[in-house]
C-alpha cells in the first residue's frame, strides 16, 4: 500500500508473480500501475505491507541491491548514452554487473569476455547487426531493445518492463514485442502497456488495476470477456 498524503496511489495489491512468467498490468490512466513498478523496485517505500523476491523479503532493500538480488526495470523513457555505441552501451553495463567498475571505458578489445557477453546479448534481441551504430542513429523501436539490452547485462530474474512500446510507431512495436517475447524462460518478465494488442499477443496473465487496486486477474481470454473490464476502457476511451 502507498499512500501520498489522503491520496491512496495502491490499495492493498496483493501481486504474486510465478517465475517464468510473461504477466502484465493493464488499467486506465492514474491507477497506480507506475507506482506500484516504483513499490517493486525500492523507487518508493511502501506505507504498508511488504515486497518479496524469491521468498526473500526485500522491502528495505534499496534500489541497487534489488537489481543485485535479479529484480531490473526498464522505464517509459529511454535512458541511454547517445554518443556511445550499442556494444559500448551493453559491454558498460555487463562491466557494472561484473563489478569492474569504471574499467569498461578502457578499449573493448582488452575485456574479451565483457565483449562476447555483450555480443551475445546484442545478438538475442537482433541488434548485432547495430553494434558500432552510435545509439542515436537508431529508430525509437531499437533504441527501446538497446534499453532492455542494458537490463538483460545486469542477469535479471525479474525483468519489469515500463511501457516497452511507449512513442515506438506501430510498425517497429510488433518486432519489439515479438523480440521481447523471445526471451528466455528463465526471465520472468512483468510489463505495463497501454497496446491493448501487444498485451494478448504476449502475456499469459494479466492483472487488471483500477483506482490503485487490484479489479481483476487472469487468463486473457477471460480478462478479454470480463464485463467490468470491458466498461473500465470504455469508460476511459470517451472521456
Known sequence: ????????????????????????????????KTTLINLLTGYLEP?????ELLGQDVTTMAQHER?????VRTFQINQ????????ESVAMAVSEQRGL???????????????????????????????YERTRNLAYGRQRLIEIALALAMRPKVLLLD???????????????????????????????????????????ISV??????LVEGAPDMIAQHPRVKEVYLGESHG
Open 80 to 87: 541511454l548514452f547517445a554518443d556511445m555505441t550499442v556494444l
Open 163 to 205: 511501457e516497452p512500446a511507449a512513442g515506438v510507431p506501430t510498425s517497429e512495436s510488433q518486432e519489439l514485442f515479438e523480440t521481447i517475447a523471445e526471451l528466455p524462460r528463465e526471465v520472468t518478465i512483468v510489463l505495463i502497456e497501454h497496446d491493448m494488442n501487444l498485451v494478448f499477443r504476449f502475456a499469459e496473465r
Open 101 to 131: 567498475g569504471t574499467r569498461w571505458w578502457k578499449p573493448l578489445a582488452g575485456h574479451g569476455e565483457v565483449v562476447d557477453q555483450a555480443a551475445a546479448i546484442l545478438e538475442r534481441l537482433k541488434l548485432l547487426p547495430d553494434a
Open 47 to 51: 506505507s504498508a505491507g511488504r515486497v
Open 1 to 32: 500500500m502507498r499512500t501520498f498524503g489522503g491520496f491512496v496511489a495502491t490499495d492493498h495489491v496483493n501481486l504474486v508473480v510465478e517465475p517464468g512468467a510473461r504477466h502484465a498490468l493493464i488499467g486506465p490512466n492514474g491507477a497506480g
Open 209 to 214: 488495476l483500477v483506482s490503485g487496486a487490484i
Open 67 to 71: 537489481c543485485r538480488q535479479g529484480l
